[in-house]
């Protein structure tokens, strides 16, 4: 027995729960500083980092991460407008981006597919301009837009992406509450799950957008209000929301959304700390990791924890960051390893990445 698993074994007296193993290693930078950019991971593997935000200012470049080779190369696009807090989503043969922050505060209406090799295939523009919004596959293969900001205030709105017309459609009804910097979750059912990111007295409300009736209905209230969360399907068809910021607090609670019974259950398991503004990576295994974000201290985290969907509860991963990251992305590589690239520090925006690596053999904290 090592002297690690010797000590964890020791504090397990006095803890409630214990690290669990984990590593990070370097994986070379980016070739520009970002935040609030995506990265959709491609047929091949290979990870499309797209458009995001300096300090001050939207982007319009885009690189490729080769997993293979654990470098990232940059991929050419003329002609895009500057972007961030926009969305992306691989479609069957492209990557559909739509939205996003300009400068001067605009939020844009112009949206694009990009097909790997071939650059941009088809230019469309959304009904509305939105920014921080949801984007959601339904089961015909058509897609949700939810929310978001016009660039005045949180909008209702909804609109579907019909990939055979090439164009936005409206949705037959809007939301029922306005949301921004919410959730949107795609069920095995194929309703999608709209939570969080409403203010006044339907914060804790949560709708369910049903694609045969093209419009939403509301479901039983969250445990609490909650935005900047994280809400990720588990392999058991259940939902996990965490953390994000409540009223005027950061939060470490979780719950789980039940399809079954539409009701949110509190965990009596909390998050290990306090996060919003934070990723949620599902593993291939079930099992989901929390990375960084911004903590109930104030100050931006560089730790990270296990979800055990079969235990119902958290371990911290035993190793930190070596920049603590919020509005980064993290992305699943497979083999346990999950790459996590750019983001904010409390002081700067960085163009350094990471890969985390979580062992395979069921060891954990919990």
């Keep these: 027995m090592g002297k690690r698993t010797i000590l964890c074994f020791l504090l397990g007296f006095v803890l409630s729960a214990c690290s669990g193993e984990g590593d990070f290693s370097p994986s070379g930078n980016m070739n520009a500083p970002r935040h609030g950019h995506t990265a959709t991971k491609l047929e091949s593997g290979e990870i499309l980092i797209a458009a995001g935000l300096t300090k001050t200012s939207p982007l319009d470049d885009f690189e490729i991460y080769d997993p293979a080779q654990g470098t990232f190369k940059p991929y050419k696009i003329q002609g895009l407008r500057t972007r961030g807090w926009h969305k992306a989503l691989l479609l069957k043969d492209a990557v559909l981006i739509t939205g996003g922050w300009t400068t001067g505060g605009k939020a844009l209406r112009d949206s694009f597919l990009i097909q790997p090799g071939a650059g941009v295939r088809v230019r469309a523009m959304m009904k509305f301009g939105r920014h921080d919004h949801t984007m959601t ?6 897609v949700l837009i939810a929310g978001g900001n016009d660039g005045k205030r949180a909008i209702r709105h909804l609109e579907i992406y019909a990939p055979g017309k090439r164009r936005f459609l409206p949705a037959r009804r809007p939301m029922l509450m306005a949301r921004q910097q919410h959730s949107a979750t795609a069920l095995s059912g194929g309703n999608i799950l709209i939570l969080g990111g409403a203010e006044g007295k339907g914060a804790r409300y ?11 209905r509301l479901v039983r209230s969250l445990t609490t209000q909650r935005s900047r969360h994280t809400a990720t399907r ?10 994000g910021l409540g009223k005027e607090k950061t939060l470490a609670s979780a719950e789980i959304y039940d399809p079954a019974t539409e009701k949110f259950m509190p965990l009596n398991s909390k998050l290990r700390v306090n996060r ?17 974000g911004w903590g109930g201290e104030g100050r ?5 924890e296990v979800f055990e969907p079969d235990r119902g509860c958290f371990w911290s991963v035993g190793v930190e960051m070596k920049f603590p990251r919020r509005l980064h992305t993290a992305t699943s590589l497979g083999g346990g390893r999950v790459l996590i690239a750019g983001g904010a520090s409390d002081n700067e925006v960085m163009k350094s990445a990471e890969i ?3 062992p395979n053999d069921g060891k954990s904290g919990c």
Excluded: C, F, W
């Design 137 to 142: 596959k339904l089961p015909a293969g058509d």
């Design 206 to 216: 949560a709708e369910l957008y049903l694609p045969s009736q093209g419009r939403t």
């Design 234 to 243: 588990l392999k058991n068809g259940r939902v996990l929301v965490t953390g």
């Design 276 to 292: 919003q503004q934070h990723t949620a990576t599902l593993m291939p295994d079930g099992r989901v990791v929390l990375i960084g």
């Design 300 to 304: 931006t985290l560089a730790s990270a």
């Design 356 to 358: 985390l690596t979580i």
